[in-house]
């Protein structure tokens, strides 16, 4: 996994503070964040379409907990919001937060497979 | 040190795992708390544990919980949960799960490591007192010491002993305690004796039956 040499979605150089510059490490992570993403999407989406609030809340919060990892603000933040509606039971603000996320995590994917997201 | 670490989320499994072990930890990894409470039972269980808060099934606070009802024979693993930013009011329900620690994810290696730097002294500190204890245990278990109650014959002065008894007192004495008894006479008995050592050799003149 090739490290994103300036990246607007993440904050590179908070992993590195965090992680010792242990370039290996960060590379292994961004690497496992790609592969987990697809399938904790599908997770939240499903959960979201059946109402779900604890699943939602779960797995936003899993999410949140992985993008965290990358210092990805945008998509840790999305996630937060979309972890707090679900635990709130504010379903009807649930659909238009999951967008929201999803857009933040397209970028981000984008991003690291270094397939610039188009400018929003 | 032998650390256990607990989350589902293998990114942080990855990350606790690889900092630990390159600070030379041996390191078992659990992807959830019923996992964790697993290893944590086994005999020879590591000895620190960090555990996300989160987890599904059981989640670190219950898996600390459980882990301090079990540990009644003195074992008491150091214990750090880990919590998200923004769940520090979780923080106080952790620490009185059992939790010794908590760190906050995602977290900085050098804070890890500091915090698990001072689970090992705390680990250290418990050992050396469990070991001091159990010296002081043995050696006052050699300890012979007289208290309580003490039956004793109101006219020959024996003592009753537990096993029902009646022993003299200067050899009781020196049974049941670290004292030695050095044997002598006080006056009035000396008196008494040598008066009673007269009127003896009174009634019994000896006789002078040796004849050279």
């Known amino acids: ?120 | 040190v032998r650390i256990l670490v607990a989350d589902d989320d293998r990114m942080s499994t990855e990350v606790l795992a690889r900092t630990l072990r390159t600070a030379n930890y041996d390191v078992t990894v659990a992807n959830n708390g019923v996992e964790a409470l697993t290893i944590m039972q086994r005999a020879g269980a590591p000895s620190l544990a960090i555990l996300d808060w989160m987890m599904p099934e059981l989640d670190g606070p219950d898996v600390c919980k459980q882990v301090r009802a079990d540990g009644g024979a003195g074992v008491h693993p150091y214990l750090i949960l880990l919590t998200s930013r923004d769940a520090r009011e979780d923080v106080v329900a952790g620490l009185q799960a059992g939790a010794d620690d908590y760190l906050v994810k995602p977290f900085h290696q050098g804070e890890l490591l500091a915090r698990v730097s001072v689970g090992e002294r705390v680990l250290a500190l418990q050992e050396g007192l469990a070991a001091r204890v159990e010296e002081l245990q043995l050696a006052l278990s050699k300890v012979k010491r007289l208290s309580g109650l003490l039956p004793i014959c109101s006219y020959c002065k024996a003592i009753r002993s537990d096993d029902n008894y009646w022993h003299q007192v200067d050899n009781y004495l020196s049974e049941q305690s670290d004292a030695k008894l050095s044997h002598g006479i006080c006056p009035p008995c000396y008196a008494r004796l040598s008066a009673e050592l007269d009127e003896y050799e009174k009634n019994h003149p000896p006789k002078r039956s040796v004849s050279f």
């Open chain 1, 1 to 120: 996994m090739k490290i994103p040499t300036s990246a607007r979605h993440l904050d590179i150089a908070d992993m590195r503070r965090r992680l010792g510059d242990d370039e290996a490490l960060i590379a292994d992570l961004l690497g496992l964040f790609l592969e987990d993403c697809a399938a904790r999407m599908q997770a939240i989406s499903a959960a979201v379409a059946s109402g779900q609030l604890d699943a939602v809340r779960r797995g936003a919060h899993q999410l949140k907990g992985s993008a965290a990892n990358l210092a990805a603000g945008g998509a840790v933040e999305a996630a937060g919001t979309l972890e707090s509606m679900a635990e709130r039971g504010e379903a009807d603000a649930i659909d238009a937060q999951f967008a929201r996320l999803t857009l933040e995590v397209e970028q981000l994917v984008a991003e690291l497979r270094d397939q610039p997201a188009e400018r929003p």
